[in-house]
C-alpha cells in the first residue's frame, strides 16, 4: 500500500509444483524423508504431511528419503492427500494448493504492533491480546484464511534496538513476546500469517516522529555492513522466533517488504518501465534493492521454512522481482494500476513463472466494479490469491463481500484440512531449545543458493 500510514485512497498461473514451494528458483520443496535429500538442498525429517521441507535447486530432482519438485514422496515419509485443491491458481503450503484468501490486517497500531511504542503507551500484540485475538476471529468468521500482518514499516516503534550510528543491534521493546504471541492468536482463530518484515515507508530520512527519533533504512541498504547488522540482528531473529514457536506452521509467508519500487530510482533490466520514487523518500537504485531483497530472503530462508515473497507496487514492475528467489510473486490493483493492467488480465499474461497473489485490492469497487465481480475474475484468469486492504476501517458489508467468495469455496480457500487428520500437528507448550540456522545460504550469480548443514 503506497503511503500507507496517510490512508489507502491516497494511491490509488501457476501453482507450485512441491508441497510448500517451488524449487524452479531455490524455494522449499517438499518435505524429505528421514536423511532425505533433493538436488540443491536437503529435507527436514520427513511426515505424513509431505510439508515445507528440503531447499532444491533449480531443476532439482527427488532422491531417496525426500520429494523434489514435481516428485514423488521418497521412501522416508508418507505421501500426502489434498482433499479440496484449489481448481485454478493457488499456493501450496503443507501439501494443501489453496486460493490463498484473507485480508490485511495490516496493522493495529502502525509499527507498534511488534515491540510497542512506550513513548506513546503503545503496547504490542502482548499487551493487547485481547483485542487482537477479537480482530482475528472476526476475520475468521468473514472467510479469511490468510492474514497479512505489517511487521517494522518503519522504526519508530521498540522493536528495533539501534546504536549511536543507526546500526540495529538487536529485536527491542516486546518484538519476541509479540511474535510469540502472535503465532499462538492465529492458531486459536485459525488463521494463517503473511508477515510483512518492511516496507517503502522504511525509506523515509531518519527523523523525528512526534518526539520519536527514527532512523531511516536507506544507508541500512546501501552499506554492506548495516546490511548485514540488519540481516544478522534483526531478521534472521524474527524467524528464529517463529521457528522456536510451536505454532510456527501458523506463518505460511513472509513478505520481504512493501511496495519497495516507490522506493527506487531508474529501472531494472528484465523489461520494466522506469521506477518513481515518492519525493518524501530517500531511494535506491534498483541494483541496490534487489541486493536487500535477495539476502533477506536467504537470511529469511536459513532460519524459516515458511514461503517468501515481495509486496510488488503493480504490475507496471511484475518482472522486478524474477530473480530474487521468492517462491510466489504477489502484485497490488487499485484504480489507477486498473486503468492499464486491468484486473481482467489473465494470471498468465504477465509471463510469470510462478504463481501471483494479489495481496492488495480495494474492499470495495475497483474503477466501479464491485468486489465480488473483481475477486471472482482473479478465481477465474488463474491467479493463486487475493487479499483486500484492509481491515481496519472495512464496512460491514464489505467484510460480507469478502466473505461470500470464501462461502462459496469453503476447503478450496482455507489452509486447515480437518477431513485428513495426518496433516494436522499437534502444538506443544513445551520449551523449545534456541534454534540455530538449519541452512547456509549465500547469494551466487545474484541469485539465493543455500545448502542443508
Known amino acids: 500500500m503506497r503511503a500507507a500510514i496517510y490512508g489507502w485512497a491516497a494511491v490509488g498461473a501457476l501453482a507450485l509444483a512441491a508441497c510448500g514451494g517451488d524449487d524452479s528458483s531455490g524455494g522449499t520443496a517438499g518435505a524429505a524423508g528421514s536423511a532425505g535429500t533433493s538436488s540443491g538442498g536437503g529435507g527436514s525429517g520427513g511426515g505424513p504431511t509431505g510439508g515445507s521441507g528440503g531447499l532444491a535447486g533449480a531443476g532439482g530432482s527427488s532422491a531417496s528419503g525426500g520429494a523434489g519438485a514435481g516428485g514423488a514422496g521418497g521412501s522416508g515419509g508418507a505421501a500426502c492427500v489434498d482433499t479440496c485443491p ?3 491458481g493457488g499456493i501450496t503450503w503443507e501439501c494443501k494448493k489453496r486460493f490463498m484468501y484473507g485480508i490485511n490486517y495490516a496493522w493495529k497500531d502502525f509499527a507498534g504492533d511488534f515491540g510497542g511504542i512506550a513513548p506513546w503507551n503503545i503496547k504490542g500484540v502482548s499487551g493487547q491480546a485481547s483485542a487482537h485475538q477479537s480482530a482475528l476471529a472476526d476475520m475468521r468468521a468473514h472467510g479469511v484464511s490468510v492474514v497479512r500482518w505489517w511487521m517494522f514499516p518503519d522504526f519508530r516503534g521498540d522493536g528495533v534496538d539501534f546504536d549511536s550510528t543507526e546500526t540495529p543491534t538487536g529485536l527491542g521493546g516486546t518484538a ?11 492458531e486459536q482463530a485459525d488463521v494463517y500469517l503473511m508477515l510483512t518484515v518492511f516496507s517503502f515507508d522504511n525509506f523515509k530520512p531518519s527523523e523525528d516522529v512526534a518526539g520519536i527519533w527514527t532512523p531511516g533504512i536507506t544507508p541500512m541498504v546501501k552499506d554492506a555492513a548495516k546490511r548485514k547488522a540488519l540481516l544478522d540482528k534483526v531478521v534472521k531473529p524474527v524467524a528464529q522466533t517463529v521457528a522456536q514457536s510451536p505454532y510456527a506452521r501458523r506463518v505460511v509467508a513472509w513478505d520481504v517488504i512493501n511496495e519497495p519500487e ?29 541486493t536487500f531483497v535477495s539476502e533477506t530472503v536467504v537470511a529469511l530462508r536459513s532460519e524459516s521454512q515458511a514461503l517468501i515473497t515481495v509486496g510488488g507496487a503493480a504490475a507496471k514492475w511484475a518482472k522486478a522481482w524474477t530473480k530474487v528467489g521468492v517462491d510466489f510473486y504477489q502484485l497490488h490493483i487499485y484504480d489507477w494500476v486498473d486503468k492499464y493492467w ?3 488480465n489473465p494470471a498468465s499474461s504477465y509471463g510469470l513463472d510462478k504463481p501471483i497473489v494479489m495481496g492488495e485490492l480495494p474492499p470495495g469497487p475497483l474503477n466501479g466494479v464491485p468486489y465480488s465481480s473483481v475477486v471472482k475474475s482473479f478465481w477465474d484468469q488463474g491467479y493463486a490469491g487475493a487479499l483486500p486492504w484492509m481491515y481496519d476501517g472495512i ?23 480437518k477431513a485428513n487428520a495426518s496433516v ?20 551466487v ?7 542443508r548443514l
Open 395 to 417: 464496512s460491514a458489508g464489505e467484510l460480507d463481500a469478502v466473505k461470500a467468495l470464501a462461502d462459496g469455496h469453503v476447503c478450496e480457500t482455507h489452509y486447515t484440512q
Open 445 to 451: 550469480g545474484g541469485r539465493p543458493s543455500c545448502v
Open 176 to 186: 519476541v513476546a509479540d511474535i510469540q504471541k502472535a503465532l499462538e492468536l492465529a
Open 86 to 88: 484449489a481448481p485454478g
Open 262 to 290: 516507490w522506493a527506487m530510482i531508474g529501472s531494472d533490466p528484465y523489461g520494466d518501465p522506469a521506477f518513481e520514487a515518492d519525493s518524501t523518500l530517500a531511494p535506491v537504485s534498483f541494483a541496490e534493492m534487489e
Open 342 to 344: 486491468p484486473h481482467t
Open 424 to 443: 494436522e500437528r499437534v502444538a506443544t507448550t513445551r520449551a523449545l531449545p534456541p534454534v540455530r540456522s538449519v541452512r547456509r545460504c549465500s547469494v
